[in-house]
């Protein structure tokens, strides 16, 4: 039973409200565990890339589905926790995932009515942007010329890995992370 709905609720146990706790933390947990899992000397080619795919797939559709579950607090640690796993100038991917997250937070009540290739071609177009961002402020800060090459790639793992993705993203979304089933 919904908090929204009136009627008598037993009283919260302490296992239910670790469950809650639990779906509450899950966006937040399995998105830096995937950081963390990428960023392991597994010998993965491209993982910096990979990685910042799966942060911009994450980000995306959890501000898009759930944007309670992942506050701009989360966000940040997120993007801090990229920022030291990677090698982009520090702030760097806290600024992207956060501007990241402020427009799918912007589009979010046109793409949650919209198919799932409208809210693709969407998080497509933001994640080349987030990648040419990315790519932009690594020059600007690093004051060389990089290779667009890293950006690229990032660009094209993120499109290619949202359909990968967000079908166990929505799939948790209606299961495990639903705080109604708590």
Known sequence: MSDRTPGIRP????????DA??????????????????????????AAELRLAVAFTCV???SVFRPAALPPLVVFALGLLC???????????????LALQGVA??????????????VWLAFAGLAV???????????V?????????????TAMLAVGLYPVLAFPLAHAHRTLAEPDHA
């Open 129 to 139: 942007t987030a990648a040419a961002a990315t790519w932009g402020g690594s020059v």
């Open 21 to 46: 706790a639990g779906r509450a933390a899950f966006p937040a947990a399995s998105t830096a565990l995937a950081l963390l899992l990428i960023s392991a000397p597994l010998g993965l080619p491209a």
């Open 105 to 118: 937070l912007q589009l979010r009540l046109i793409l949650e009515r919209q198919g799932f290739v409208r």
């Open 83 to 97: 920022d030291l796993l990677g090698d982009a100038p520090l702030g760097l991917d806290i600024l992207v995932l």
């Open 60 to 62: 995306f559709f959890w």
């Open 141 to 153: 800060l690093g004051m060389r010329l990089l290779p667009m090459t890293p950006a690229i790639a």
């Open 11 to 18: 009283a919260a146990t302490l296992g239910s409200r670790i």
